[in-house]
């Protein structure tokens, strides 16, 4: 598992996050997510999530959010380089 750039706003509940990742959204548990400083309402923050790396090609990979799928899927394209080991 790695960890990738995302954007992150307060979920619903205490104890999760809405994260942003390219054209994929979902809500991740926090203890997935790392940021320096937690979101406040209305205000994103940069962040880290926890994902599952599926398949790699070179200068992409296509990862998996942990998380309930908000917009788009689960799974979405990143740049290898925008990978982070965990």
């Known amino acids: 598992m790695r960890y990738v750039r995302c954007r992150v706003f307060l979920g619903f509940f205490e104890t999760e996050f ?15 997510v790392r940021v320096e400083r937690a979101p406040v309402p209305d205000k994103s923050v940069d962040g880290e ?22 917009v788009g899927g689960l799974r979405t394209w990143v740049p290898t380089a925008a990978l982070i080991a965990a």
């Open 49 to 70: 999530v926890l994902v599952y790396v599926v398949q790699e090609e070179k200068d992409r990979t296509l990862v998996q959010l942990p998380g309930e799928v908000a």
């Open 18 to 32: 809405y994260v942003i990742v390219d054209e994929s959204a979902a809500f991740v548990s926090r203890e997935n």
